[in-house]
């Protein structure tokens, strides 16, 4: 009887580290992992806005904390921290190939 309760208890403090480390990790996913996000989607917005030049620069250069913003509430709602970075790294990867790959 009390080996069970200790065995449930451990199995409580190791399920409540995990959710410490994995609530740490998607904070550190939301301040980190959506910063390069949020700049190459506005690296996309001004290269691809059919504005002049300047208009399409102060359009992405004025987007970049909004977008950051709206990223890291989606980082938040994420279901694990495993799926926030996951989805900030493939997003990222497909920016990242937009803005610098794909002839304008």
Do not use: H, I, K, N
Not at 37 to 45: D, G, N, P, T, Y
Not at 70 to 88: E, H, N
Request: charged share 15%; hydrophobic share 65%; glycine share 4%.
């Amino acid at each position: 009887m009390v080996s069970r309760r200790l065995a449930r208890l451990a199995r409580l403090a190791r399920l409540a580290r995990l959710a410490r480390l994995d609530a740490a990790l998607r904070v550190l996913a939301a301040l980190v992992g959506t910063l390069p996000l949020a700049v190459l989607a506005s690296v996309c917005l001004a290269r691809f806005a059919p504005f002049a030049e300047s208009t399409r620069a102060a359009l992405g250069f004025s987007l970049v904390v909004p977008l950051w913003l709206a990223a890291m509430c989606f980082a938040f709602l994420a279901r694990s921290a495993a799926r926030a970075w996951g989805v900030c790294g493939a997003l990222g990867a497909v920016l990242l190939a937009l803005a610098y790959v794909v002839p304008q």
